[in-house]
């Protein structure tokens, strides 16, 4: 009479097997716990958040941010890319600004240099864990937005105007963005 | 100058008239003798022949009718004439020059300048006939004389030529088509006694054409194709006025038409055929009464033997149903029963099933469309037909009567070995030429196959499952025959896997009836003392003996409390107990004795949720005796050994319940579990009424349930409304002041299951929120498709097994509160 669902029961036995210091990649685990968080992202949705599998492969996702308000980000989108390795969650995934953004911690391409995106675990410099998820990674990626980590800048002019003037970083800011429908324009992917 | 040019282009022949015989042949003028001693043949054939064509131009001439010459002399001519080709070919085009300008002056057919009035036909006819046989006997007379055959038929083709072109040949048709019909009309009507005919065993009626010159007619070239279309034109016309005429004709052997009796017959049966085809619905919607009707367009069919007339048919029939049938006023049963009746009939028609197909197919298109089809299929599968082979039982407005009648009378299906090429199939024979591209040659498919082909086999087993589900939970029948019976029958059809669903609900019930069975015995032995007042209503008038008694109430002979509750309340007489006349105290006013005076009639079904369909899981607080029952039942049930754990669906729960009032009792069968709380909570309440906000406290129940239970007792005059939202019961009739609303409330209002419509109801909040994600993330996209908006949700959601149908109606939904937005077939998010 008791009747799990499929959602519960994929969580679960991710807990349980979350004990295990190494296991096989295995990639229907890995989609079927995709599954579970994009269930979980549509049924609570953030706002501001949102993302969603690509077309041709559920381990490549799509993702739109808006930028936080009260920043030189705000109003505008961001879109981004996510690629989840075929050992997530016990790797984080991969993610990527398409959308060019002028940050301290974003490089030209778009790689971003954030803590939990990086393998955690002893003798590791990173902070990604089993416990986290892609809305976590994106929620850390939105408030990274407002509040950058000058300490480590890839951009350091940024990490410097952010101090000293930010009428002038939000110009930057501003110069640089391109929302998804002039990157269209431009001839700009917006995902996968 | 047009006359000119008119010349240029056809030069005018010009004819001589007849040469004097006076005027000598003088010969060639250069050479008036026979000077130079030359070769004189040439010269005396010359004026052999100038002299012969000189007396026969004379004696054909018909102008004038005296100056004969001897006939030797005009034999001689026209021999020397004949001989001559050149000059024979001058003589007959002369001849009919002078036939036209004879034809032009003398024959008057100025009555067929205009229309020939009906009533006037055969007069107009018979005068030119008349007037014609002279021209033509007089064109004919002179050449005759001669016996010049080549002339004669010269003249012969020239005069038709010339009747051809002054009488039109519409008009004329029409002309010999209304005679020919007056005159078959007026000799019919002599013979139209159906009776005699049938008396007879044959038909005794005649046609005849008396009085119409049919010979003549061909003689002047009006006969031929011209009157036998015209007959065939009133033949018609007469089969199409005399409806079910059996037409024998005696035909006047030198008539020129040729026609034969078996010719006409079966133009009247395709005349028949073709009045039938005109109201072939009001046929088929009588079927199998017009069984008749079908026999002759089946003849009709045959007897032409041409594609034509079939798809004349089709294309009729196609036209009669759309107009008809194809449209939101049928309901799905009718349009259902039809297709049923469509498949019989033009089964009957065409064995081969091609035109069935043809015809069908709008039927079918039609049927897919309509959202509650398969839902009425699959009630028919499971409803009761009863002896006037009308459905039985609460469904019978759900279900197609014909569709049940056809799962009565069906066997199972042989799996049939679907291969593309078997050579050793010797009963092979090729499609039949009509077939569409699409057209599989069907063996033995029946009626049901049609049925079950309406649909795609994964929508119509989930329905199918839902209503399984349904009709089991209410199922009275502990072996289940009928249900089993389907299941094998669907198993028989389908995908034998996809009926899994379906066989673990038939285990299920079937286990719960053999666990009640266990569990109940147990109770039994632990049952509470029979109280005396059972054992009471348990003795007849004329006396019981002990055994008989014990099996009555279902307990064990010797048990104490039997002869103690015996000895009070009955005398022992001989081995008979009568009943003493002592009065027991009366019992409270309402109670629902629910299952409380019998504790054995506890019985539960256990199911196993993930297989059946997702059920209403309302819960609420259950009168005490309910719900300790189901306490002791989950403990005897882990007893057995099950590892399951056992949830109560209490909304699906049914009692009986009687309630026994001060001036009447009360007995309702299968009631709803919540409706026996409502009134339990009645009788356990010490105030006079409770309000519906009290109830729903008090029971913990849905505020839809409470007002369904409360309309339901209101219904039954237990319970009335005394002030609003306020509810009391009526102890005796004469309490009601207000009368009690005769609301008729459908039992089945609140079903236990929930629909497929439903389940996307409630899910559709969920998918809108996937589709909104996936247009934002990865752009624009198209309902169908392999990247479809449809596809992907099926990728992402394995729980999403809607089609792009669903899919429209979210994005629909969407559009409508601008989330989303639609170029062509291209959705893409607003935001």
Known sequence: MASRSMMSSSINQSAKSATATTRPANNGNVVKRLQSELMTLMTSPTPGLSTFPSATDLTKWNATVAGPSETPYANLTFKLTLSYPSNYPYAPPEVLFKTPVYHPNVDMSGRICLDILKPGGEGKEGAWSAVLNTSSVLLSIQSLLGEPNNASPLNGEAALLWDRDQAEYKKKVLARHQEPAEMEENGLTVGF | MAAAALASVFPATSFTTPTPETTPNIGILASPGQAFGGPTDFLDDAVALNRAWSVATRYLSLGNFENQQSSTEILQAIDLLSKNVCRRAELQAWYSNEIATHFRL???????????????????????????????????????AISAQWLTDAASNKFRQLVKRTIPADRLHATLASAFYERMTTTLAGYESYERCQNTGSCLCELSLDGIPIDDLSRVGLGGRYAERAFALSVHRLLNRARTLQVLTSRDGSSQAELDASFLESM??????????????????????????????????????????KAHLCDSFIRQISSRLLHAGASTTDVLSIYISVIHAFRLLDAK???????????????????????VIAAS???????????????????????????????????????????????????????????????????????????????????????????????????YVKETRLVELFKSRFDNSKLQAAEVMLKDVRDSVHLNRRLNTQHRRA??????????????????????????????????????????????????????????????????????????????????SFFWPQMRANDFEMPTELADQEATFNIAFARLGNQRKLHFRRALARVDVRIELEDRTVDEHDVNA??????????????DSLTVDRLLEDLQMDEELVLDALNFWTSKRVLFQRSAGEYAVLERLDMDTGGA??????????????????????????FEAFIKNMLQNSGPKEVGGMMGITGMLRMVLPTFTYGDEEVGELLAAMEGRGEVTHNADVWSSKA
């Open chain 2, 741 to 766: 609303p005769q609301v008729q409330i459908a039992n089945e209002a609140i079903s236990g299951l929930k629909s497929q419509d439903a389940v996307f109801k409630e899910n559709s909040p969920m």
């Open chain 2, 674 to 687: 919540w409706r026996a709380s409502i009134i339990d909570a009645f009788t356990a309440s010490d105030v």
């Open chain 2, 268 to 309: 009247a049966v395709s005349a028949l055929g073709r009045l039938r085809v005109a109201s072939l619905f009001d046929y088929v919607k009588s079927w199998p009464a017009s069984q008749g009707a079908f026999y002759d367009i089946q003849q009709h069919l045959a007897s032409t033997q041409t594609l034509h007339d």
């Open chain 2, 106 to 144: 003398n024959v008057d057919l100025s009555t067929w300048t205009q229309a020939v009035s009906l009533s006037n036909a055969l007069h107009v006819l018979q005068d030119s006939v008349r007037q014609l046989m002279n021209a033509h006997a007089f064109y004919a007379g002179r050449p005759n």
């Open chain 2, 353 to 375: 099933g091609v035109m069935l197909e043809k015809v069908a197919h709008p039927v079918r298109h039609y049927l897919r469309g309509r959202d509650d089809t398969v839902a």
């Open chain 2, 527 to 608: 049952a509470k003392p029979i109280t005396p007042r059972d054992i009471q209503a348990a003795i007849p008038a004329d006396g019981i003996s002990l055994p008989d008694l014990c099996r009555t109430l279902g307990v064990v002979e010797n048990a104490v409390q039997v002869h103690a509750a015996l000895k009070l309340v009955a005398s022992k007489r001989g081995n008979l107990y009568f009943a003493k006349r002592t009065r027991l105290p009366p019992r409270a006013s309402a109670e629902p004795p629910a299952s409380s005076d019998n504790a054995s009639d506890f019985d539960v079904q256990v199911l196993s």
């Open chain 2, 381 to 479: 599968f499971l409803a009761d037909v009863n002896v006037e082979g009308t459905i039985a039982g609460p469904d019978a407005e759900r279900g197609c009567a014909a569709i049940t009648f056809e799962v009565a009378n069906s066997g199972l299906a042989e799996r049939k070995e679907q291969k593309m090429l078997n050579f050793d199939d010797m009963q092979w024979v090729p499609d039949p030429i009509d077939a569409g591209p699409d057209f599989k040659a069907t063996k033995s498919e029946d009626v049901l196959a049609y049925v079950l082909g309406l649909f795609d086999q994964e929508e119509f087993i989930k329905e199918v499952t839902t209503v399984l589900a349904q009709h089991l939970l209410h199922s009275t029948d502990e072996e």
